[in-house]
């Protein structure tokens, strides 16, 4: 069975944003198997809240970063990862929110209410999972950085944003305002997942 499991520096870092209490976070962290390979929902997860939502209401964009990752141990270096980018705007007349991926490839939706769009974030972040033993056990970990501000020159490239300036993003700390989540699942199994 999937099961969330909150690291508890990560619940020290919802804390700080006043959302470690919402019995949202209680529900999990789910996957399933796509022909795209791992596709992970997380009912309820509110990223897009606080901050994030007022500058949303205010005209502005939010950009979140996500990093999903498969590891072969509960401890171990991960052996796949997805990473995407995803611009987030706000209708103001509609109500109703916009997304854009601009990494790994562009792809766009509108006109979503909120956790909508959180879950759209997710669906459109598969992990390629060949090569992995439908019998083996492995764990995920999901995890998502808000940024409002502009993208960093370290993430552009001359062709765009690079997928190594992404990675490296996650490679750092979080700063001190900067919302973030961690997330994990496992014990799973690829023979276990639903399609």
């Known amino acids: 069975m999937n099961r969330l499991v909150l690291r508890r520096t990560a619940i020290r870092r919802l804390a700080a944003f006043g959302l470690a209490g919402h019995s949202a976070f209680a529900a999990g962290l789910d996957a399933r198997l796509t022909p795209e390979g791992v596709v992970v929902s997380a009912a309820g997860l509110p990223f897009l809240r606080g901050k994030a939502l007022e500058r949303l209401h205010d005209g502005g964009g939010v950009t979140a970063d996500l990093l999903l990752s498969l590891s072969t141990s509960a401890v171990g270096s991960p052996v796949r990862r997805a990473v995407g980018r995803f611009v987030v705007s706000y209708d103001l007349w509609e109500e109703k929110f916009a997304v854009t991926r601009t990494l790994p490839s562009k792809r766009s939706i ?72 961690l997330m994990e699942a496992g014990p799973l199994r690829l023979s276990n997942l639903k399609r």
């Open 110 to 181: 509108s006109r979503l209410a909120g956790a909508a769009a959180e879950a759209w974030c997710l669906e459109n972040l598969p992990l390629a999972v060949d090569g992995i033993a439908p019998a083996r056990d492995f764990w995920l970990k999901l995890e998502i950085r808000l940024d409002e501000r502009k993208p960093q020159s370290a993430v552009r490239g001359d062709s765009g944003i690079s997928l190594t300036g992404l990675v490296e993003i996650f490679s750092r700390t979080a700063r001190a305002q900067q919302p973030n989540w």
